[in-house]
């Protein structure tokens, strides 16, 4: 018998919660060693006052929780503001789920000419698997000339997992990797069954046991705002603020806008990184990062 995929990554996320909850963090004894990290099952189920066969059941795939039920787990697991959302989204009833559409691939003529009109703010266009949809001259200065990578590999994600020079741009590499990492995840709730995304996620696990760690690790946020610390090879240190801005005519596609405050170093290399990728003598290619 076939499953919802939704109560088969419901049940995954909680096992990936409840094995990250120190048992003392909800007042329980150590009780010893523990062949399993974190809580056990029955624990889980005595803490929300459920019966440990309807928890099993749960994180089986097979039975569909309740509203109350959900809200004792939420409490029990600790769970963060991001967290409630989601596991409120993979245990939304499938009737009641809008149907998926795909984000598109390509950008309209409008969005480009915003994107261009912004000539000293790097930015580009992501989607829920954080395929690089569209992009100015100043992101590709900013990031890599996405204009060189083949299509079907110009995933934010891949490039982060795959390309060294990656690494050497975010003084946070592993922060802000695993940070994309939930937000895809996130981003792909009501979307479990997508086959490009499984397929990213497939050659990324084979070829990366960190990706594949982080993945199985369950975690999400939303894609909304942060600051990184970048070390560009052309302007040096850049500590850059970022926002997603959702672009109303596809609500799959989200604009990154990155932006420093007037007046501080940053802003001053952001006018310079602007001159150089205005240069013809230069290539976006040169400042990959």
Do not use: C
Not at 47 to 67: F, K, M, N, V
Not at 71 to 98: G, I, M, N, T
Not at 122 to 136: M, Q, S
Not at 239 to 252: F, K, Q
């Amino acid at each position: 018998m076939n499953r919802d995929p939704h109560r088969h990554d419901l049940g995954e996320f909680l096992k990936a919660r409840r094995a990250e909850l120190d048992p003392a963090a909800v007042g329980l004894p150590d009780g010893g060693s523990r062949r399993v990290a974190g809580l056990r099952r029955e624990e889980v189920a005595v803490l929300a006052a459920i019966s440990t066969d309807y928890y099993a059941r749960l994180e089986q795939g097979r039975i569909q929780p309740s509203p109350s039920v959900l809200e004792s787990l939420a409490r029990v697991l600790h769970l963060d503001d991001d967290q409630r959302v989601y596991l409120y989204e993979l245990a939304a009833k499938e009737e009641f789920r809008p149907p998926r559409r795909q984000p598109r691939l390509k950008a309209q003529p409008q969005l480009q000419r915003m994107l261009d009109d912004m000539a000293h703010t790097p930015a580009f266009v992501i989607g829920p698997r954080t395929e690089i949809v569209a992009w100015n001259a100043m992101g590709a200065a900013l990031i890599t000339d996405f204009g060189k990578i083949p299509e079907k590999q110009r995933y934010y994600i891949r490039l982060l997992i795959t390309d060294p020079r990656m690494r050497e741009l975010y003084a946070d590499w592993e922060g802000v990797t695993r940070l994309a990492i939930a937000q895809m995840r996130m981003h792909n709730t009501n979307n479990p069954g997508d086959r490009q995304l499984a397929a990213l996620v497939g050659e990324l696990s084979v070829g990366d046991e960190q990706f594949r760690q982080w993945w199985g690790s369950h975690h999400v946020a939303v894609r909304d705002t942060g600051t990184k610390h970048l070390r560009h090879p052309v302007v040096g240190d850049l500590h850059l603020d970022w926002n997603a801005v959702t672009w109303a005519a596809d609500p799959d596609l989200q604009i990154i806008v990155w932006t420093a405050e007037a007046g501080t170093p940053t802003h001053d290399s952001l006018r310079l990184l602007a001159s150089w990728a205005a240069d013809p003598s230069h290539s976006t290619s040169d400042s990959s990062a």
